[in-house]
């Protein structure tokens, strides 16, 4: 069984910074990817950024030069710096991960439970 854990979120002010962090284990071979989706009221979840295994990232067009996804030293870890976060960036945000366990063939993609960002202006 796999588990993607985020912490992180909370209520900051228009402007401000938050780091979210995500932690997988369980039965994990390996990693493709992990990144960041949100999902605000009303609208469909998106991407906001994604780290794959060779370091290489992409990132929403909305958050780009604001938010940075790094990866811990143990590589299932993953952080999402914002920085200069604005009302819309209001959401819910999901870690993802694209991993193979010990057990299947394929690669599955795996989601935590979310965490709520709420930016006030």
């Known amino acids: 069984q796999v588990q993607l854990v985020e912490s992180g979120g909370g209520l900051v002010q228009a402007g401000g910074s938050l780091t979210l962090s995500c932690a997988a284990s369980?039965?994990?071979?390996?990693?493709?990817?992990m990144g960041w989706y949100r999902q605000a009221p009303g609208k469909q979840r998106e991407l906001v950024a994604v780290?794959?295994?060779?370091?290489?990232?992409n990132y929403a067009d909305s958050v780009k030069g604001r938010f940075t996804i790094s990866r811990g030293n143990a590589k299932n870890t993953v952080y999402l710096q914002m920085n200069s976060l604005k009302p819309e960036d209001t959401a819910v945000y999901y870690c993802?991960?694209?991993?193979?366990?010990?057990?299947?063939?394929?690669?599955?993609?795996?989601w935590g439970q979310g965490t709520q960002v709420t930016v006030s202006s």
């Open positions: 993802a991960a694209d991993l193979r366990t010990a057990q299947a063939m394929g690669v599955i993609s795996y």
């Open positions: 369980g039965s994990i071979f390996s990693i493709n990817a």
């Open positions: 780290i794959r295994s060779s370091a290489r990232t």
